[in-house]
């Protein structure tokens, strides 16, 4: 089974800087997605950034990175220009992946880090 | 753009009562969840759903939990005799189609109902 572990249960950041959540993930399988998903006082879950494990290349979107060492189960996410908005829980995902039919897709989830962006 | 919508967004309940949470999927997905988060805790996968038929659920999807597509859109999850422990936001999850030779799309989910077992 697949385990996804965030150690920083909260974390903070003024306006305009950088942070890096953290995660780091446990599984024998070789084909697999990553995923963070960001989840607002409004609770719904939504797509930041997704990586594919097989691309040694880390995911970029705007504002948004990821550190992606595969060989170390690691999977951090940086926030550049930190912005009130961003403010919300961070949840990071493992996805396994077959290439056959009979897979089901599910993700798995870390507890999660609390974001708080300080004007 | 597309959405998945779930209803009601707030449901309160009687310990022991039936419930039934709703879910529009987006139109041309063919993966279905339930994904359950207790209040400060991480969100634990329920069940996936493919071609009219559960293809996993979690040790939390015991005889109490049922799932049900009844008429091709809507994605529904019953609770047959709600428990306190019961009490959760409840999200429900689409996928469309993996691609052969490709590595997955992302799952969207809805707004979640937060059910409240009193």
């Known amino acids: 089974a697949q385990t996804v572990t965030q150690s920083q249960p909260e974390m903070s950041v003024q306006e305009a800087e950088t942070v890096t959540l953290s995660c780091t993930y446990d599984?024998?399988?070789?084909?697999?997605?990553l995923f963070w998903y960001k989840q607002p006082p409004s609770r719904q879950m939504i797509l930041v950034i997704r990586?594919?494990?097989?691309?040694?290349q880390n995911a970029t979107e705007n504002r948004f990175s990821v550190n992606f060492q595969k060989a170390a189960k690691s999977f951090s996410l940086k926030i550049s220009d930190s912005q009130l908005g961003d403010t919300a829980m961070y949840f990071c995902?493992?996805?396994?992946?077959?290439?056959?039919?009979?897979?089901?897709?599910?993700?798995?989830f870390g507890k999660g880090t609390l974001l708080t962006v300080n004007p | 753009e597309p959405e998945v919508t779930q209803t009601p967004s707030h449901q309160v309940t009687q310990m022991g009562q039936e419930v039934i949470l709703r879910c529009v999927p987006i139109?041309?997905?063919?993966?279905f969840y339930w994904y359950r988060q207790i209040l400060g805790q991480k969100v634990e996968f329920l069940v996936s759903?493919?071609?009219?038929?559960?293809?996993?659920k979690s040790e939390i999807f015991d005889d109490q939990f049922s799932v049900e597509r009844p008429d091709g859109s809507n994605f529904t999850l019953k609770i047959r005799s709600t428990k306190l422990e019961d009490s959760a936001m409840y999200f429900c999850?689409?996928?469309?189609?993996?691609?052969?030779?490709?590595?997955?799309?992302?799952?969207?989910f809805g707004q979640g109902t937060r059910l409240t077992v009193v």
């Open positions: 995902a493992f996805m396994k992946l077959y290439n056959s039919g009979g897979s089901n897709y599910k993700l798995t």
């Open positions: 139109s041309n997905h063919l993966y």
């Open positions: 599984t024998s399988e070789n084909n697999y997605y």
């Open positions: 999850a689409s996928r469309g189609q993996i691609g052969s030779g490709q590595f997955g799309t992302e799952a969207f």
């Open positions: 990586q594919e494990a097989y691309k040694q």
């Open positions: 759903f493919y071609n009219n038929e559960i293809s996993e």
